[in-house]
C-alpha cells in the first residue's frame, strides 16, 4: 500500500522552529516530486515548497523564501521541512505530496500552530 505519513507538527512560539517530516511506505520517493502545501482555516490550499526527482531543483512560495527549507533523504525515504522564523500566518495543516507521471499521492497533514 502506497502511504505518506507527515510528522513533526506542534505548537510553536512566532520566531521558533519546526522540521515536518514526511515518510512514504509501498515506494521510493527518489523517484518523484515532492511538495508541501498547506491549508489555514477558511482558506484554499497553497504550495509551500517543491523538490524535484533529482532533488537539484527546489521552489519555494515567496512567504516561506529563506525560512523554510525542503530536503530528502534517499535512505530513510523521507522528505524534510525544515521551518524557521516562524510566524502566526503559518498556522495551517501541512501535507506533503508526491507526483509522479500525474499520480499524486498525498499525506493526512499535520498541524502547526504558531502562538505564544
Known amino acids: 500500500q502506497l502511504q505518506l505519513v507527515e510528522s513533526g507538527g506542534g505548537l510553536v512560539q512566532p520566531g521558533g522552529s519546526l522540521r515536518l517530516s514526511c515518510a512514504a511506505s509501498g515506494f521510493t520517493l527518489d523517484k518523484y516530486a515532492m511538495g508541501w502545501f498547506r491549508q489555514a482555516p477558511g482558506k484554499e490550499r497553497e504550495g509551500v515548497s517543491c523538490m524535484s526527482s533529482s532533488g537539484l531543483t527546489t521552489n519555494y512560495v515567496d512567504s516561506a523564501k529563506g525560512r523554510f527549507t525542503i530536503s530528502g533523504d534517499n535512505l530513510k525515504n523521507t522528505v524534510y521541512l525544515q521551518m524557521n522564523s516562524l510566524k502566526p500566518e503559518d498556522t495551517a495543516v501541512y501535507y506533503c505530496?508526491?507526483?509522479?507521471?500525474?499520480?499524486?499521492?498525498w499525506g493526512q497533514g499535520t498541524q502547526v500552530t504558531v502562538s505564544s
Open positions: 505530496k508526491a507526483s509522479r507521471d500525474g499520480v499524486d499521492y
